[in-house]
């Protein structure tokens, strides 16, 4: 059971929009810490896509947007794209017991 | 352009020691960041496994403290992770990472990923 609770699987088709959500509590987002999202493209490992809650690396295209809100965050994706097609985690830190980077489930995103 | 390369054993015996390497390139690990170690077991999420600073101080998961350690040899550019007595549960694709330099340890992002090396746990 992760800290932070994602969707196990989204789905949608070429252009549509989708997002995922990442839902913690009081000793985690909503003690304030920013959430940061990753991209696991199948058989290779995970790549920063949003960090800060909303902020994009160099290179991610804007299609990808990211929101925070109380205890809870969201990746938005616009413009759904067949090599979209992947793992999505979000990240934060907990302050329970001795604090921890903690991740969320994963979810798995199909491009219909 | 910051790589990072894991290596070592993809086979470890129960109750044996699980030891792990990462070289670091286009980066001198002295220069700051923290280094540290993810793991994902097969068709399973991501787990935090740890971090350190290259003047010594470690952040482990507090679930795998009590086995956990990490090091850093600055003069080869590269640092170890070691996981002692290893069950099944253990068995994952290790990543090492580098991690932004906040505070607290571990709140930051992780802006550069090694390819990850799967240690299997079996006899």
């Known amino acids: 059971q992760s800290v932070l609770t994602q969707p196990p699987s989204v789905s949608g088709a070429p252009g549509q929009r989708v997002t995922i959500s990442c839902t913690g509590s009081?000793?985690?987002?909503?003690?304030?810490?920013?959430v940061h999202w990753y991209q696991q493209l199948p058989g290779t490992a995970p790549k920063l896509l949003i960090y800060d809650n909303t902020n994009r690396p160099s290179g991610v295209p804007d299609r990808f947007s990211g929101s925070k809100s109380g205890t809870s965050a969201s990746l938005a994706i616009t413009g759904l794209q067949a090599e979209d097609e992947a793992d999505y985690y979000c990240q934060s830190y907990d302050v329970s017991l001795t604090g921890s980077k903690v991740f969320g489930g994963g979810t798995k995103l199909t491009v219909l | 352009q910051v790589q990072l390369q894991e290596s070592g054993p993809g086979l470890v015996e129960p109750r044996e020691t699980l030891s792990l390497t990462c070289a670091v390139s286009g980066y001198f690990i002295s220069s700051g960041y923290y280094w540290g170690w993810i793991r994902q077991p097969p068709g399973k999420g991501l787990e935090w496994v740890g971090i350190?600073?290259?003047?010594?101080?470690?952040y482990y998961n507090p679930s795998l403290k009590s086995r956990v350690t990490m090091s850093v040899d600055t003069s080869k550019n590269r640092f170890s992770l070691k996981l002692s007595s290893v069950t099944g549960a253990d068995t994952a694709v290790y990543y090492c990472?580098?991690?932004?330099?906040?505070?607290?340890?571990?709140?930051?992002?992780?802006?550069?990923w090694g390819q990850g090396t799967l240690v299997t746990v079996s006899s």
């Open positions: 990472a580098r991690e932004e330099l906040v505070g607290p340890a571990g709140r930051g992002r992780v802006d550069y």
């Open positions: 009081t000793s985690n987002i909503g003690a304030g810490f920013d």
């Open positions: 350190i600073y290259h003047r010594g101080p470690t």
